[in-house]
């Protein structure tokens, strides 16, 4: 498929075009007759994916059988045995837990950059601020659901390639690579400078000594074996589900903290806003926001899916974490203004570093972000699998391969980060922007066709602004 071919076209597509990403694959005249000739699956039905099991023709011959490609799944009229696919999941998990999974894909350590962009915006600039990309990172989920109901895909890179062919599917899956390695980096940043320090503070140490266990290489490489590795090797994203509510009662106990900390100090509210370092800002609040590249496998995972359902779990995940990230970034403001440092924790340390309630923050954080890492990576393995294995079924060796491979790289590159600022902002200000704004628009003005929604309509218009 050409870059310059429609996404409406109703020519024949290569095989790689026709496998849908959630392990249903279809024949090129049935994708045509599901998005072109009917309307995309309504919000309150259960939407139809194109040849799925449920809707299998039964009058299909054994030729064209023989004829699919390794990518493409069916049901055997013989032995009713299919290829299982990488991202062949069925449907399972709860719409609670997948509330749990996408929050927790959202949540992780922006939270604590936060209170430093609120340092330098103001108040009021940053509570602006913090609607407008909440608002907007759901309105792009919404796009990203649509188009994939109307293609019947359900992967980021497979949308791309639906779109604009290999550049685009290079580009959405390099992206959400990028995006996503720097997140991990930061989640193990943090592990990396507050383990030594908790360490160091239940064990009453003054003056360290050299000893390994408060050496914060050694421990975040052991922190990646014992506790990511095995949760990384998991073969469903759903089966993360118990992790990630655990992972956000402790977030949750942070932002409690925060705000018993700053009420135990005298404080001024200032409203005023300042527009020193505001350009950190936005970076920081993208990054913060991104959780487009889980939301088609939580989507696909999901129970009974439909694009309404779905919605409703990134409305339900954003609007709390909208909350959570607002309160922790007033209180955490409120208790040192301009003198809060661009990973809170390392300030609070500056009142008491031997504080009980500190170090009950510190190890609930830390909690948080190392069980938030498996949640990232799922994507970007996916992604690599889109790009080098798209036809490839699901294979175990190479799923292991993967997640180890990106699990050295990350720790190489956590034990030379100069500092988390420079995470938040680089991939904040490069790819978060393409995952949350770019791509999920451009995406639907090539893929919804012009005869259901024309280039003048007002959705498109309002994509296009």
Not at 139 to 151: C, D, P, Q, T
Not at 339 to 365: F, G, K, M, N, Q
Not at 381 to 394: E, L
């Amino acid at each position: 498929m050409s870059e310059d071919k429609p996404a409406d076209t109703v020519e024949s597509a290569p095989a790689e075009e026709n496998a849908i990403p959630n392990g249903k694959g279809h024949e090129p005249g049935e994708e045509i007759t599901a998005s072109a000739k009917t309307p995309p699956a309504g919000d309150g039905e259960k939407e139809t994916v194109p040849n799925s099991d449920q809707n299998a023709s039964p009058h299909r011959t054994e030729n064209t059988e023989a004829n699919l490609p390794e990518s493409q799944e069916f049901l055997s009229g013989i032995d009713d045995k299919k290829t299982t696919r990488f991202t062949d999941f069925e449907g399972k998990t709860s719409f609670g837990m997948s509330v749990f999974n996408l929050g927790n894909a959202i949540m992780g350590s922006g939270i604590l950059g936060l209170a430093y962009a609120m340092a330098n915006t103001g108040v009021v600039l940053f509570l602006t601020l913090l609607t407008v990309v909440a608002v907007l990172s759901s309105y792009s989920i919404h796009l990203l659901l649509k188009s994939s109901g109307i293609v019947g895909i359900r992967a980021y890179e497979q949308l791309g390639y639906r779109a604009f062919g290999t550049p685009g599917k290079m580009a959405a899956g390099i992206a959400i690579t990028l995006q996503n390695i720097g997140a991990m980096s930061s989640y193990l940043y943090i592990v990396k400078y507050e383990f030594p320090l908790v360490i160091q503070a239940f064990l009453k140490v003054d003056k360290p000594a050299g000893e390994w266990y408060l050496n914060g290489n050694y421990l975040v490489i052991i922190v990646s074996i014992a506790v990511i590795l095995p949760l990384a090797l998991m073969k469903q994203l759903g089966y993360l589900g118990y992790t990630s509510g655990f992972s956000l009662s402790c977030m949750v106990f942070f932002l409690i903290s925060v705000c018993l900390l700053t009420l135990g100090i005298q404080v001024v509210v200032l409203l005023l806003v300042s527009y020193l370092l505001t350009a950190y800002t936005i970076p920081i609040l993208a990054f913060a926001f991104v959780c487009h590249p889980e939301v088609l496998p939580i989507y696909t995972e999901l129970r009974n899916p439909t694009k309404k359902k779905m919605q409703h779990v990134a409305n339900i995940s954003i609007a709390v974490m909208y909350s959570m990230y607002f309160l922790a970034a007033l209180f955490g403001y409120l208790t040192f203004y301009g003198e809060v440092e661009p990973e809170l924790l390392h300030t609070y340390s500056r009142i008491d570093p031997y504080d009980t309630l500190i170090l009950c923050v510190r190890v609930a954080v830390l909690t948080a972000v190392t069980l938030t890492v498996p949640i990232v990576l799922f994507p970007v393995r996916r992604a690599i699998q889109q790009m080098m294995f798209p036809n490839k079924t699901f294979n175990w060796p190479r799923h292991i391969a993967i997640a180890i491979i990106l699990l050295t790289f990350i720790n190489l590159l956590v034990i030379f980060a100069p500092n988390i600022l420079g995470i938040f902002g680089i991939i904040g200000a490069t790819s978060a922007p393409c995952l949350i704004f770019i791509f999920p628009a451009v995406f639907y003005i090539r893929i919804v066709p012009k005869e259901e929604e024309p280039l003048r309509s007002v959705p498109k218009i309002l994509v296009r602004i």
